[in-house]
Structure formats: C-alpha cells, structure tokens
C-alpha cells in the first residue's frame, strides 16, 4: 500500500518535497514514452547559435505596466524591447 502523501493539494499547490520523495524520484526517459521523450529532448536543442552581435543579459527594474504590455504582444517582445531602444539611440544620437 502506498502511503506516501500527495505531491499536490487541492489547489493543485506542490507541497514542499522532502527527501524521502526524491527516493522516488525516476528519469524522464525511464518513464516517459520514448518518442515524447525524444520529442521533448529535441525541443530543448532547437536553439540555435546565438546572432552576432552576441547579446548580454542583464537585469534592469521596469514599471509594471510597460513591461506587461511589451509581454503582452507574445514570443519575441525582448527583441522587439532591445529594437525600440537601438531606434531611440539612433535618433539621440544622429
């Protein structure tokens, strides 16, 4: 009988893992299927070589509003954030 506790509560909250659930614990290609397992494996590489000139990653404090919006308009808004300042910085400066 098992009588390990559930990992989720009614919410669906994970509870916090103790170290006799890590015991249990299996590889993801010992359980899964092995082609969503490899499926999975290749999404994870799909990432390319990064684009010259290499990008640096940083940490910056944005209002709460800006940055939801820029999220807000799906994949790529980072890029779409870095083009809109490297057009500010053309116009300052030309």
């Known amino acids: 009988m098992n ?7 009614h919410d669906g909250e994970v509870r916090e893992l103790s ?9 993801a290609s010992e359980v899964l299927p092995p082609a969503l397992y490899a499926e ?8 390319g070589v990064q684009k010259s ?4 990653v940083t940490s910056m404090r944005l209002d709460q509003d ?8 799906g994949r790529g808004w980072q890029t779409r954030l870095n083009d ?4 500010h910085l ?5």
Do not use: G, M, Y
Request: aromatic letters at 6%; hydrophobic letters at 45%.
């Open 3 to 9: 009588n390990r506790k559930p990992l989720i509560d």
């Open 19 to 27: 170290a006799e659930d890590f015991k249990h614990f299996r590889p």
């Open 90 to 94: 053309d116009e300052v400066h030309s």
């Open 66 to 73: 800006i940055l939801a919006a820029f999220k807000a308009t």
């Open 40 to 47: 999975l494996v290749a999404i994870k590489a799909t990432r």
């Open 53 to 56: 000139p290499l990008k640096q």
């Open 84 to 87: 809109l300042l490297r057009k």
